[in-house]
């Protein structure tokens, strides 16, 4: 059975510390790796990953993919207090459903001012 | 552009109802998926629909549980005879239809609360 693991599952920083997230996986047909940011609302994409050690960035964040040693990791530096959500990590392990993701049970990030 | 529209946004019923979840996907879409979120759980996957047919439904519970896509309209999650262990959030994402990506929009869920 595919199994996506995060960690930690809970984090507590002040602003402007950096944290860095956790995802490792065990699927059989990795296609790619998604990470995506749920609020009190619609969990909304943050990057995509598909071949190993190419960083992604997008402002604060970024993300890199080991396909080697089966992880990902999801940096956020000078964190502020609206980065207070929860990050859920998410592989589509291939086969014919594009769009079927098995997802990590998230962790949840808390950024007190 | 509106993005995927789900409706209701909470939804109480009592023992034995019957729950129905709509899900408009964003415009220009033709692949839908449910995904269920169960309290301090990550989001499990349901369904997989395309207009009026049901691609991948290895998710959904055997029973009780159906899901549709018609061509007209939007999709609907339905649930029949509710029990209390389906208290959880339901979300709908959608993808275009050239989908060669796993890039899902979601909406923002259906809140169901089983009495």
């Known amino acids: 059975e595919d199994k996506v693991v995060q960690s930690p599952l809970s984090l507590v920083v002040h602003e402007g510390d950096t944290v860095t997230l956790n995802c490792s996986y065990e699927v059989t047909n990795f296609r790619s790796l998604l990470w995506y940011k749920q609020e009190k609302k619609a969990p909304t994409f943050l990057f995509m990953l598909t071949s190993s050690g190419i960083e992604k960035k997008s402002g604060r964040l970024s993300s890199i993919l080991d396909k080697k040693e089966l992880f990902s990791i999801l940096n956020i530096t000078a964190t502020q207090t609206g980065d207070s959500a929860i990050y859920l990590c998410?592989?589509?392990?291939?086969?014919?459903?594009?769009?079927?993701?098995?997802f990590g049970q998230g962790t949840i990030l808390t950024v007190h001012p | 552009n509106a993005g995927v529209m789900q409706n209701p946004r909470h939804l109480v019923r009592r023992r034995g109802q019957e729950a129905r979840l709509r899900c408009s996907p964003m415009?220009?879409?033709?692949?839908v998926y449910w995904y269920r979120q169960l309290p301090e759980e990550g989001l499990k996957f349901m369904v997989y629909?395309?207009?009026?047919?049901?691609?991948?439904e290895s998710g959904m519970p055997k029973e009780r549980f159906s899901a549709e896509f018609p061509k007209e309209g939007p999709s609907i999650l339905r649930i029949q005879q509710v029990v209390r262990g389906d208290s959880a959030a339901y979300f709908c994402?959608?993808?275009?239809?050239?989908?060669?990506?796993?890039?899902?929009?979601f909406g923002s869920g259906t809140q169901l609360s089983v009495l």
């Open positions: 629909l395309q207009k009026e047919n049901i691609i991948d």
């Open positions: 998410a592989v589509d392990a291939g086969g014919t459903s594009y769009g079927k993701l098995t």
């Open positions: 415009k220009g879409h033709s692949h």
């Open positions: 994402a959608s993808s275009p239809p050239t989908a060669t990506n796993e890039k899902l929009f």
